[in-house]
């Protein structure tokens, strides 16, 4: 049938693949299966529609991300996913970069969380269909128009509404993609924390204070997007390279080691460079150890010559690394002291004000808090409007979320999914009202 949807899944071992079949034998479409690249790019050439294309990374001869290029143009419409194993960053960029992936399932996968990807690219795939057919059909009433000069408005207005419902229902696919994009930036940020479990949460209270910082100084949306970004990720590059005990030590580092921890933020821009969403940031990520005398690195960028971004992200991060050398109520007042000892030389002192106001409003929403006790409650027992006491990491170390948040129906539901797939040690710790 014209209108049967059908799924492809490629991965070249049996088992993989009958359990595929399994998990969408009770499903509204069609399963295909193949054991190769080649076999199912064979497929593709037959003539069939495939809503959804599902490929394992390694396999031999044609890995995941080889076929999903071909695959590319051989079906243009179909949602691209790739499984791969959880800690294949580089395979991962490169398949949404080449493959045109739009979202990939580390192994073992969660069976609900797949299907539930699988039916929500179907929805994807038909909507656009949809959308095509209505276009078509617009066109040809269009035509009949010129000759119905009775009830041209009723029908005009008619076909006007029914555009408007499916153009709010793609916007709500997009708003949705765009979520999917966000939290893959969280995962990413999560892994480059794995590096060096010792710094977990610096990412995200650097993203915090560079952020709040530049919605101080009223950048444009678009930089604030990219600020957080690149705040979230500016560490990526030190994956691959030495675990260090310490977030910044050059002092003791051997001149090896120096060079090795001075490449970091060059590879962190090269390995999102392949995203072309990702690059304004990756600029951003290979700057933010430039200093505002020269005397920084990569490039020994002078004063203006450095992005205001960038800068942002250098002073929040050396005042969150500050912040865990002090302790009491006055902690952020001593480190801010430390940082403003570097301006004119490592940092910009036009920058400070909004860097100091964004770092105590970013300390001060958390000390409001300290009117409340603490809490261990278990998953099940979660609140919206509770507010995290500690930070929340997966069996696996994985950081989840960090302290200070508060918890809504999203973030309550994504923490419950982690408790089925890597539990943690002990409930959640929460503050409450006394």
Request: charged share 25%; net charge negative; proline share 4%.
């Amino acid at each position: 049938m014209a209108d049967q949807v059908r799924i492809l899944c490629v991965d070249d071992e049996e088992n993989i693949l009958n359990s595929l079949r399994r998990l969408f034998m009770d499903e509204e479409f069609e399963t295909v299966i193949s054991g190769s690249g080649a076999k199912a790019l064979e497929i593709l050439g037959s003539g069939r529609d495939f809503a959804v294309i599902i490929s394992d990374q390694r396999m031999p001869g044609m890995t995941g991300t080889e076929f999903l290029a071909q695959a590319r143009e051989a079906a243009p419409e179909a949602t691209r996913i790739l499984l791969t194993g959880y800690a294949d960053i580089e395979a991962t960029v490169d398949a949404i970069n080449r493959g045109g992936a739009s979202r990939y399932i580390t192994k073992p996968w969660n069976d609900t969380e797949l299907l539930q990807t699988v039916k929500d690219a179907i929805s994807s795939y038909l909507l656009r269909r949809e959308n095509r057919r209505l276009a078509a059909l617009v066109q040809q009433q269009n035509e009949e128009l010129k000759e119905w000069n009775g009830n041209l408005k009723h029908r005009v207005l008619e076909q006007t509404a029914d555009i408007r419902k499916k153009n709010g229902e793609l916007q709500e696919l997009i708003d949705h993609h765009q979520k999917n994009f966000e939290d893959t930036i969280e995962a990413f940020s999560n892994l480059v924390e794995l590096h060096n479990p010792g710094v977990r949460s610096h990412s995200r209270n650097v993203a915090r204070i560079a952020v709040r910082a530049a919605e101080i100084l009223e950048l444009p949306d678009p930089e604030l997007k990219t600020v957080r970004v690149a705040a979230l990720l500016h560490d990526i590059g030190k994956i691959g390279g030495p675990s260090t005990p310490a977030l910044r030590d050059t002092v003791t580092q051997g001149t090896r080691d120096l060079t090795e921890y001075m490449q970091h933020p060059v590879r962190g821009q090269a390995a999102v460079d392949g995203v072309e969403g990702l690059r304004a940031a990756g600029v951003l990520i290979r700057h933010h150890h430039e200093h505002y005398d020269g005397s920084g690195f990569p490039d020994r960028l002078l004063r203006a010559e450095i992005p205001p971004g960038a800068q942002l992200i250098g002073m929040a991060d050396f005042l969150e690394i500050g912040l865990r050398g002090f302790q009491g109520d006055n902690a952020v007042e001593l480190a801010l002291a430390e940082l403003k000892k570097q301006l004119g030389s490592l940092f910009d002192p036009e920058l400070f004000p909004a860097v100091a106001r964004a770092a105590l409003e970013v300390c001060d929403a958390f000390r409001a808090k300290s009117g409340l006790e603490e809490r261990e409650v278990s998953s099940t027992g979660l609140a919206e409007g509770m507010v995290l006491s500690r930070d929340i990491c997966s069996g696996t170390g994985l950081l989840l979320l960090s302290k200070g948040i508060e918890l809504d129906a999203d973030n309550i539901q994504a923490l419950r999914r982690n408790y089925r797939l890597d539990p943690p040690k002990g409930g959640v710790f929460v503050l409450v009202r006394k």
